[in-house]
């Protein structure tokens, strides 16, 4: 499964390219490989307690609509994910299709859209040591069912939040907030050098 996401290289982000490293372990391996950057459109779609359903029926028109927390969707190229039980993220490929047509199908009444796009950034984990390298720093269940190809998980490490997207069985999309990006990739990295562990930057 691909990301749909469009990394932002105009936008200044919490990545710096000295962060780029490759250090392999004892063995000489390098089981974790990782990618950050920016992201381009991120919109969290909302409504009020009780107020689901008519969300929810507004939008199916639209785009698939996750039936629970933790479920998430596709519509093309877009990523919708379920953060709440009265909550969306919607991670576009651009601004002016699905986002826009969210924008126009909404009320007052029925809930609101917030652009979140300067405040979310992306690190792709992937690779033989990823599952115990997040082991390390979340708690999750990583066996599937639990957390199956597809499903989202909202976690945290060191009190910090991340929203966790499980790609393909080794391949995570960690989405993290803007101003604790750089210090929670360094923790990651730090974790992944049992395994040996590879940082590449998609927009320094």
Not at 34 to 47: D, F, K, P, Y
Not at 79 to 102: F, H, K, M, N, S
Not at 117 to 128: D, K, P, T
Not at 189 to 202: H, I, K, N, V
Request: aromatic share 6%; charged share 20%.
């Amino acid at each position: 499964m691909n990301t749909p996401l469009t990394f932002m290289p105009a936008r200044m982000g919490p990545f710096d390219a000295g962060m780029a490293r490759r250090q392999a372990n004892r063995q000489g391996l390098v089981q974790v490989h990782m990618r950050a950057g920016t992201l381009a459109h991120v919109t969290q779609v909302s409504t009020w307690l009780g107020g689901w359903d008519a969300l929810a029926a507004r939008l199916e028109p639209l785009m698939p609509v996750p039936p629970a927390t933790g479920r998430s969707a596709w519509s093309g190229s877009d990523w919708i994910v379920r953060t709440g039980p009265e909550e969306l993220l919607v991670i576009a490929a651009d601004g002016t299709g699905l986002l826009r047509q969210i924008r126009e199908a909404l009320s007052d009444d029925i809930g609101h859209s917030l652009d979140l796009s300067h405040a979310r950034c992306l690190l792709r984990l992937q690779g033989e040591g990823a599952v115990p390298c997040l082991q390390k720093l979340f708690a999750l269940d990583f066996r599937e069912p639990a957390f199956a190809v597809g499903e989202a998980r909202l976690s945290g490490s060191h009190h910090l939040p991340a929203m966790l997207h499980r790609v393909a069985l080794d391949t995570f999309d960690l989405y993290l907030n803007t101003s604790y990006a750089r210090d929670q990739v360094e923790s990651l990295f730090d974790a992944a050098l049992e395994w040996g562990a590879e940082l590449s930057l998609a927009n320094p």
